[in-house]
């Protein structure tokens, strides 16, 4: 089949790129030359673990192709996509404009059938949005598809090419075939295709991140509870976690969720359930949760060095807003590197793959360092924020030598309790017992008391 997607991002160029390696011809289309460009040099410009492989097979091939012409993109594709932008507006509904704008562009080019496919996420009536756009706009004919992407990052090619499930939103018999016939390659193994209405399908993407949004806050409660309590929640976790109907998944407690989806698509469920005179509140507490929980760390640090970090040097392991990815959209470490310079404090960071995007966002404001080890030079303490894999059995004797004190602030739970008292550490961790050097043990009492 021929194929164009519009817009290029994290969702668009896997989409398109997996779409080629089953043997369509998929044309990708942006608006930033500059990635289109690098595109056409063979470069990737996200960091996805196993997309380079397809990506240079699909464009050597001559599968698979950049461009910035709208026109030239969809002059001969069959099905369009798009996986554009719906970041919050101003007041936390999702903005529309990304979409409703190419769908106009698309409208006034099209010659002949389309099916126009939604991969963004988006609130219910989209597509019947989108749809009136097309009659506005034109008398050929067009078919407008939901069909939510729920690919993860760091794992999205697998996502991809094997799904849990493929939902489509549509009522047109004509549309339900081509798609059924696109996606036949990824349900082999009988994971299903599911056919609904339009609105349903948008909501079950909202309903979808706004569960496991919910199922991570959940946890993180627990964890704020099992310090208090003398309570273990790697213990807790598993304890819940073989319960077949709560699952293993989602269950890490951490200092807050963030990422380009789960904050935007909670606050924008919440506006659009105000939207009908729905009070969401369960969703509203989740959203305050997740703000209280992103200060976790930072109000760990604070106690410890009793309310003053000025002039302190930090190390931070982790920018990401969760490993295999160089997204920092709405990351955690974001907020923690604002907070402690806010406090007058120095921070090194270290990401394997997202120090670039950092740059951009705080230039010389902070330290760049080579690698997690040069990070921690003269560091009073050590945060992680995020649990990329390298980070789980460093050298700890190496990290002892490089900082000032053996003083980890772990936002991961990376490390084994039992392993950091042996190695004489100040480790303080999410929802498990405060562990201390031996001759911390007072003000070890001293804190269990006043949380007591
Ligand atoms: N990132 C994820 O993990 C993920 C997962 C599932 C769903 N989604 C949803 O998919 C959508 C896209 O997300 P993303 O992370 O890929 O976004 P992104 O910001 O990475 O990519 C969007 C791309 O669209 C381009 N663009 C903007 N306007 C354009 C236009 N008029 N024409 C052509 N290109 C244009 C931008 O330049 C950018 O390259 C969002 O609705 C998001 O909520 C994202």
Redesign the pocket.
């Known amino acids: 089949m021929k194929i164009a997607v ?9 989409t398109g790129t997996c779409l080629a390696e089953t043997g369509n011809h998929v044309t990708c ?4 030359v500059a ?1 289109i460009e690098k595109m056409q040099n063979g470069q990737l ?2 960091y996805e673990p196993g997309l380079e492989l397809l990506f240079n097979r699909n464009i050597s091939q001559q599968r698979l192709t950049f461009t910035t012409d ?1 026109a030239s993109a969809i002059e001969s594709a069959q099905i369009i996509f798009m ?4 970041p919050p507006g101003g007041d936390g509904a ?1 903005d529309l404009s ?1 979409i409703l ?2 769908a106009a ?1 698309v409208a006034k080019l099209i010659t002949s059938y389309k099916v126009i496919v939604n ?4 609130p219910v009536g989209t597509a019947d949005k989108v749809k009136a756009i097309f009659e506005q706009h034109t008398n050929i004919e067009v078919d407008v598809v939901s069909n ?6 760091g794992v ?1 090619v697998e996502d991809f090419m094997k799904p849990d499930r493929v939902v489509l939103g549509t009522r047109s018999e004509r549309a339900k075939k081509i798609m059924t016939e696109l996606y036949a390659p990824y349900v082999r193994q009988g994971n299903p295709i599911l056919f609904m209405d339009e609105k349903s399908s948008e909501l079950t ?1 909202y309903a979808a991140n706004s569960f496991l949004a919910t199922k991570i806050t959940f946890m993180n409660e627990i964890a704020n509870l099992c310090e208090l309590v003398g309570a273990d929640v790697d213990s807790v976790r598993k304890g819940i976690g073989s319960d077949e109907r709560i699952g293993k998944r989602f269950l890490f407690p951490g200092i807050g969720y963030g ?3 789960f904050p ?2 909670v606050q924008a469920l919440v506006k659009a359930a105000d939207e009908y005179v729905y009070d969401f509140e369960i969703l509203k507490s989740v959203m305050n949760v997740n703000e209280r929980q992103k200060t976790v760390m930072v109000n760990k640090m604070l106690k410890y060095y009793h309310d003053d970090i000025s002039g302190k040097h930090f190390a931070l392991w982790g920018l990401a807003f969760k490993p295999e990815t160089d ?1 920092i ?1 709405e990351a955690p470490a974001l907020y923690i590197i604002e907070a402690l310079l806010k406090k007058g404090a120095t921070v090194s960071v270290f990401d394997p793959e997202s120090m670039e995007n950092v740059k951009a966002i705080f230039g010389d404001r902070i330290v760049y360092a080579q690698d997690q080890y040069e990070a921690l030079r003269d560091a009073d303490s050590l945060l992680i924020a995020t649990e990329w894999s390298l980070f789980r059995n460093p050298d700890f004797d190496k990290i002892a030598s490089l900082m000032k004190e053996r003083v980890i602030f772990d936002g991961r739970n990376l490390f084994d309790l039992e392993k950091m008292i042996d190695l004489g550490y100040y480790y303080n961790s999410i929802g498990r017992q405060l562990i201390t050097r031996p001759e911390n043990t007072n003000e070890l009492q001293a804190q269990i008391n006043e949380l007591a």
Do not use: H
């Open positions: 519009i817009g290029t991002g994290y969702v668009g160029l896997v289309v942006d608006i930033n990635k410009p996200i709208l996986a554009l932008p719906t999702a990304y704008g190419a562009d991969k963004s996420t988006v939510p992407e729920f690919l993860r990052e999205a993407k990422g380009s989806c935007k698509d997204d959209r």
